[in-house]
């Protein structure tokens, strides 16, 4: 850690004098590092009351308890009406009433994202003129308008709780039974009758086709254009998963665009390959700070079918569905990876443990952050006792926190985590997440920093503190606010805090002038007030303003 002390500069509201100020500043330099951010310091006070500071200056303590950034995300699937809308043909109201619960739990929870699902099967919850239906979860009936626009409005309501929204995409679902004349007749699967095949119950897009491709990757670039989404989300759903006794119904389609390739599953990944690395680049040229994600089935390979593998005796991706979610990572095809690893801690089969390992060092060396999948809908199973413990998803964060290549999870599903069976998230939250946490930055995507927002002023109001800032809507456009605030005794200049210990909320920011209103402090005592910038890529802005005040 540091030991010099953070820079100072004069608040042109609260001016005091040239010699105050440089009293203050040899007082700070004369002492020692003390504390999270914090440096010792002489008798003499080293600062001013109601005083606004300028720091630069950053610490370098971690908290494992208390990170900093951390994805932390809900799967909302409204596939079959699993999540969200409950049921179909709800009212307007009542479907947005919904959506700004799901919301708020994840408030409440301390969670920072959401993955939406808005196209659930070659459907679409969003306003578009490529030719895919309004979903039939929202009215009951496919290609009945909703009323409203379903995205813009999640989008709309996220942002105002500094939630990020990510649009969640199915890519070659078709339909949830295999009959073409189930969709409506203006759908481009019945207008292009060779582009899906039925296997198993479902019907599903053929992703050897390139048109198929093509017009998939234009249905999300027109999204990625029109919506103002964090974030494009694909599920685990490529080549369908295997259904026993048949095969997949694509040998026609092989013959006409095998090209060089001699093994139909070589070339079943090759089509995949180059769907997620055409999307990929597609959604960079489109919208640079747009992130793009993938959640595959946990297993790339097991290790007895490849040197390569996991310890594991599972369904494998790479041969089940022909997905070869390693190199999506290694060719940074993805901006972060969300693999499934619905399993439990020593499970023989796909131990939760030894994949968390192995993603982990996929990811080594590339700019693809990881995150974990988490089965919050197998707890409480009765079948397995590892899932009868309350402690087990608490316990799969422990180990991750531990493996600095994780840097964050997501939950599915919405139901199950708002269900809190044996009060596993409680438990999950009280260990994990009593502390609000900052977006992952994504500095390949755009490292320019925001401008530094101004601490205008802290006074009391109530049984409170009100906090009033400014910030700037040139140069890097800031997304958040991000607020610490702990007790001090006056006799230090704070660094930039580099853990979560002491932040209080992350506020989206709405206007030039904001303010917020601290419930949580004890009337008579004194603390620090300190807040950042936070661009859409998770950047934050290069100094921070400070305030000391007695509440």
Not at 293 to 310: K, V
Not at 360 to 385: F, I, R, S, W
Request: proline content about 6%.
């Amino acid at each position: 850690m540091k030991t010099e002390m953070a820079p100072l500069s004069l608040s042109l509201a609260n001016p005091v004098s040239r010699r105050a100020v440089l009293s203050a500043a040899v007082a700070g330099l004369a002492g020692a590092a003390l504390g999270p951010g914090l440096l010792a310091a002489p008798a003499a006070a080293a600062v001013i009351r109601n005083h606004v500071y300028t720091v630069s200056s950053r610490n370098t303590a971690t908290s494992a308890t208390y990170p900093r950034t951390e994805f932390r995300a809900l799967w909302t699937a409204s596939v079959v009406n699993i999540d969200w809308p409950s049921k179909s043909g709800l009212t307007v109201a009542a479907q947005q009433s919904e959506l700004r619960s799901i919301l708020n739990l994840a408030v409440s929870r301390n969670l920072n994202a959401v993955f939406l699902q808005v196209r659930p099967a070659a459907d679409r919850m969003w306003k578009s003129t490529l030719g895919e239906p309004w979903s039939r979860y929202l009215t009951g009936t496919q290609g009945k308008d909703p009323g409203y626009d379903p995205l813009a409005y999640a989008i709309s309501e996220a942002h105002k709780r500094g939630i990020a929204l990510h649009a969640w995409i199915n890519p070659f679902r078709v339909g949830m039974d295999t009959s073409l004349n189930s969709l409506v007749a203006s759908h481009p699967a019945r207008l292009n009758p060779s582009w899906s095949f039925a296997y198993g119950p479902r019907r599903y897009y053929n992703p050897g086709i390139p048109a198929v491709r093509n017009y998939i990757r234009s249905v999300v670039i027109d999204l990625v254009k029109r919506y103002d989404v964090d974030g494009v989300h694909f599920d685990d759903y490529f080549y369908p998963y295997p259904v026993s006794g048949q095969s997949i119904p694509d040998s026609s389609t092989y013959a006409t665009y095998k090209g060089s390739f001699t093994s139909i599953s070589s070339w079943r990944r090759n089509n995949i390959n180059v769907f997620v690395r055409d999307t990929h680049n597609a959604i960079r040229a489109a919208k640079p700070r747009v992130v793009f994600g993938i959640s595959p089935f946990g297993i790339w390979a097991n290790r007895t079918s490849s040197t390569l593998g996991s310890a594991t005796s599972g369904l494998e991706s790479f041969y089940a569905l022909y997905a070869d979610t390693r190199r999506w990572v290694k060719d940074g095809w993805v901006d972060y990876i969300a693999p499934q690893l619905y399993w439990y801690q020593g499970y023989t089969v796909a131990n939760y443990n030894v994949l968390v390992d192995w993603w982990a060092k996929q990811v080594a060396g590339t700019n693809v952050k990881l995150y974990t999948g988490e089965a919050a809908y197998k707890v409480g199973d009765p079948a397995t006792a590892a899932w009868r413990d309350p402690n087990e998803l608490r316990d799969h964060l422990t180990k991750c926190r531990q493996v600095p290549a994780v840097r964050g999870h997501a939950y599915y599903n919405t139901t199950a985590f708002r269900a809190n069976k044996l009060n596993a998230i409680g438990i999950l939250k009280a260990r994990h997440y009593a502390r609000p946490s900052l977006p992952v930055p994504y500095p390949q995507l755009n490292a320019t920093r925001p401008y530094t927002p101004a601490i205008s002023k802290a006074v009391r109001e109530g049984t409170g503190v009100r906090l009033s800032w400014t910030s700037s809507s040139s140069g890097e456009p800031i997304k958040l606010i991000a607020i610490w605030r702990w007790e001090s005794t006056g006799t230090v200049i704070p660094y930039i805090q580099s853990t979560g210990t002491y932040l209080r909320a992350v506020r989206r920011r709405t206007a030039a002038a904001q303010s917020w209103l601290d419930t949580g402090v004890v009337l008579g005592h004194s603390y620090w007030y300190m807040i950042q910038s936070i661009s859409q890529t998770g950047i934050d802005s290069s100094r921070a303003t400070a305030i000391f005040i007695r509440a």
